[in-house]
């Protein structure tokens, strides 16, 4: 097997008649794209994949959610890989969560859970022979959103990463330095942290900009107006969990992402790539909304750099109809890898089903691109009387009650301001036909049971060691000391009415659903 391992650079590019025998058309691309859908059906299993990165001799690795990292071959010689080598697995050292990673000449440094580690191929294999800790002591639990992201090394020489934040864990571990929902930089001996940045809630990725400006990705929610690209300024805080940070000012995102929701991974195309007219272009993966499998996409932005620091910031669709992505790198072939994750669990966690695959996007001339719609796939010609009825009825049942839309103000349900841009007019029908049929992991309910016998039922929005903070319906916050706790239960039913649309007759619902998608118009009409 190993002489027929090809590094990049040494494979043959592939040709027309084998891209288009793996072309996955239901996708759809807005440039000269190939998209194929790699044949990888020997070596490690391939179960929802969350990273890929470029290693040594420019293989591309991988890494599970499940905890196994390999690297990507072509053993065939056709020009694409068709095989998984294990490198290593977390798991084994009992970790769990390899949300992020990166190499630094032969050493791969995973950012997991309860650890930052290091995994060292020390004789050329392409399997990790010795592994140790870079970075341990994470203030971690076990719920399952505990992720360490964002891992990438500025010129400094020191390495910069997230962990998520734990403003929805009412089980929090004790986080006394406020590490969690925090940017950190460490040393280059992994001995020195520094809370760099403050107010972060869920960034997947970060990546330095070439003239020396930290980018990072943050999601939409609890303190976020929309999908943001930020800057990292020392000392700055950015918006999310206030009240951990004694509430400071925040700092306003660079740009607010549009070509789909949850980002989830960027890469910059290298200087020397074409890829259809692209080169030094930000390249951003998106997730699409939790549970809706068939959504996703690739976006790209072109940044430059004003003379007084500030950035301009163009934003194109890259692809759509690629569901589920969870990370995107460039390859030393030039073309775009793609980490399809594929359905998990309520939580993002592995479901027994295998799961998953990935993606290349190749520089394909002959390739016609959609043409691109200028026009909101939402967008309709709607009476202001209708929007006025619909923002009436919006009222009438108690939905601003729970629910506000100027994308600032936390209630006990998320903020609707871009409700539009989230889900379609039929997908918006049915989260408010059957709320409980798909709940943002951010938005689970809780019970707490007081040892007194009193129960509070809650979404959490912040805890620590000494109390967990739970907003109650009336969107009244409360301070429950953990001395004074019985139990702690997740409810997986949506707070939300089931019945909201009951007696309301067909106008009326489209009424209402114009109005919503209208929050969405309105934003982008600012």
Known sequence: MAACQNRPEEQEKPDRAVLEKHLDNNVQVYGS????????????????PVQIVRGPEDVMYAANHTGEIYSLLDTDGDGLEDHAELFCDVRKDGLRAPASMIFKGQDLYVGTAQEVRIYTDQDGDRKADVSRTFLGNLP????????????????????YLVLTTDSWNAGASPDPEGWRGALLRISPDGKKVERYATGLRSVPAMIFHEAGDLLFLDNQGGGNPGEELNIAVKGRFYGHNPAKYDDPPVTEPLYVLRTEVAPAGMAFNPAGNDFDGTTGDLFVAFYGPGERWERGAIGRLRLQRQPDGHFQVEEFPVASRIPKISDLEFGANGDLYVAHVGKTDYWYQSVEEVEGAFYRLVDAPWVQPTPIDTTSLESMMVSEGALAQGQQLFAERACSACHAVDGKTELLGPNLK??????????????????????????????????????????VVGADQDKVRLMIIGNRIVDIPRGEVQTEEPVMESLMYEKLLEGMSEEDINALLSYLVSLQQANERL
């Open 33 to 48: 794209y190939a998209v194929v859908k790699l044949p990888i059906r020997t070596g490690a299993r391939i179960w929802n």
């Open 140 to 159: 971690h639990s076990e719920h399952p959103y505990e992720w360490t992201s964002g891992l990438t090394f500025g010129p400094d020489e020191h390495l």
């Open 418 to 459: 871009d409700i539009g841009h989230i889900y379609t007019r039929e997908e918006l029908l049915e989260e408010i036909k059957e709320p409980s049929k798909r709940i943002k992991p951010s938005m689970t309910a809780t019970r707490i049971t007081y040892k007194n016998g009193e129960v509070l039922l809650g979404r």
